[in-house]
């Protein structure tokens, strides 16, 4: 248990559907963030949150959407996704950006778009 | 982004101590060096990291060298529950919006 939940641990969605990841931490960290990992490849920074506002969008396609209403929760709101979207989408948060602090990921959520 | 460089994998016979090596030769002034492990199925973990001097916690030591541009981190009694991919990362300590970025890494295979 890391502090960090991410809901659901398992989606199966179709191209055509809309669906949200979830993640929430109450560790009282100001940073929380969005990766992508593909099957044999090394996790991918998608997004960066920072006290609510977003600092880094590392070229994602927009039909990927992320939403940060609070320091505590994360979303990721997928519509008209692609097979090539299956993977797992994990989640991490920091107390701030800076180096000098460690990061708690999530168990992610393993997505099958089919 | 301050890069770094692993071996691929790595194996080890469980109850020995194990050696991982990472060389930043670019490494900054500023740069923390963090170690992280991903066991099968599961997020990243934080081992340990520090900036300087040794670092030691309950799951690991950090050797960093002299000049900063290697680190090794050490597993001092390999179980079974180690295998996993170390990911050794360096993380700016003063600019901000300087997030994880994550190399291949290294798979750890224990043998019995």
């Known amino acids: 248990e890391t502090g960090v939940t991410q809901t659901p641990r398992h989606l199966v969605m179709g191209m055509t559907n809309k669906k949200s990841l979830k993640c929430e931490q109450h560790?009282?960290?100001?940073?929380m963030y969005w990766y992508k990992q593909s099957a044999k490849k090394p996790l991918e920074l998608m997004f960066v949150?920072?006290?609510?506002?977003?600092?880094e969008n590392n070229s994602v396609p927009s039909r990927f959407s992320p939403e940060c209403p609070n320091s505590s929760h994360l979303f990721l709101h997928l519509h008209t996704l692609q097979p090539e979207d299956s993977a797992l989408y994990l989640c991490?948060?920091?107390?701030?950006?800076?180096?000098?602090?460690?990061?708690?990921f999530g168990q992610g959520t393993r997505l099958t778009v089919v | 982004d301050a890069k770094t460089t692993q071996p691929n994998s790595m194996e080890s016979n469980e109850e020995e101590p194990v050696h991982l090596p990472c060389n930043h030769s670019?490494?900054?002034?500023?740069?923390?060096i963090h170690w992280y492990r991903q066991l099968p199925s599961q997020g990243p973990e934080y081992v340990i990291h520090?900036?300087?001097s040794n670092v030691n916690n309950r799951m690991a030591s950090l050797a960093i060298a002299e000049d900063r541009k290697s680190s090794t981190l050490i597993l001092h009694r390999a179980t079974l529950r180690d295998a996993a991919v170390y990911y050794c990362?360096?993380?700016?300590?003063?600019?901000?919006?300087?997030?994880?970025?994550f190399g291949k890494g290294t798979s750890l295979l224990v043998t019995p």
């Open positions: 991490a948060s920091t107390r701030t950006l800076l180096g000098n602090t460690e990061a708690f």
């Open positions: 560790l009282g960290h100001n940073a």
């Open positions: 949150y920072n006290f609510k506002e977003q600092t």
């Open positions: 670019t490494i900054s002034g500023t740069d923390y």
């Open positions: 520090g900036l300087t």
């Open positions: 990362i360096l993380r700016d300590g003063e600019n901000s919006g300087y997030a994880l970025n």
